[in-house]
């Protein structure tokens, strides 16, 4: 069964600044997906970026990339230029190639990221 | 934009009610997903489907069971909700693989 840890329960980091989120996944396969979702204080859980297994280049989406290294199944995302509405919990997400569009994915328990002014 | 929607934001049962919980989805997606998220413990997947009247049990069905007759709509469904069943459930549907857009949520409160 694949795993996903992430080790920070809550980040903080100043307004303007960059802060790196760390994520660690266990599996035994080969080709996989991998994501941040972030959840604002509202709920709305919201895709922030995806990597897949197979491309060596790292993702990027605006301000927010991703350091993602398979040998060592470590998939970090960092926030550039943090601003007040990047606050929320960070997710995350690891989904097996091979579940064809109808597995779920399993997550991390979270970071909660908090933005100071 | 995908809308996906779910019946309440809040709601508050007692013990051994049987409870539904609705979600709807607008852009055709086959498939559809109920997780349930808890302090400490992130998201876990309790069933999913990836037809009409098709399921699948997630991670943690015990105490669950769904419904999917029409393909926009899935439907959660706690026989007899148990206080250890309060907690917020997310609705999540997917076309492609892998990305799932998900519901604001239901926070659940069994008392």
């Known amino acids: 069964a694949q795993t996903v840890t992430q080790s920070q329960p809550e980040m903080s980091v100043q307004e303007a600044e960059t802060v790196t989120l760390s994520c660690t996944y266990d599996?035994?396969?080969?080709?996989?997906?991998l994501f941040w979702y972030k959840q604002p204080p509202s709920r709305q859980m919201i895709l922030v970026i995806r990597q897949e297994a197979y491309k060596q280049q790292n993702a990027t989406e605006n301000r927010f990339s991703v350091n993602f290294q398979k040998a060592a199944k470590s998939f970090s995302l960092k926030i550039s230029d943090s601003q007040l509405g990047d606050a929320a919990m960070y997710f995350c997400?690891?989904?097996?190639?091979?579940?064809?569009?109808?597995?779920?994915?399993?997550f991390g328990k979270g970071t909660h990221l908090i933005i100071q002014p | 934009d995908v809308k996906v929607t779910q019946s309440s934001r809040y709601l508050v049962k007692r013990t051994g009610e049987k409870v539904f919980l609705e979600c709807v989805q607008d852009m055709d997606h086959e498939n559809m997903f109920w997780y349930r998220q808890d302090p400490g413990l992130g998201l876990r997947l309790i069933y999913f489907s990836y037809d009409v009247k098709m399921k699948e049990k997630g991670d943690i069905p015990e105490g669950y069971s769904v419904s999917r007759e029409k393909k926009e709509r899935f439907s959660l469904i706690l026989e007899s909700a148990s206080t250890n069943q309060t907690s917020m459930y997310l609705c999540?549907?997917?076309?492609?693989?892998?990305?799932?857009?998900f519901g604001p949520g239901t926070r659940l409160t069994v008392l």
């Open positions: 599996t035994s396969e080969s080709d996989y997906y």
């Open positions: 999540a549907s997917s076309l492609v693989l892998n990305e799932q857009f």
């Open positions: 997400a690891y989904f097996p190639y091979s579940g064809g569009g109808a597995d779920g994915l399993t």
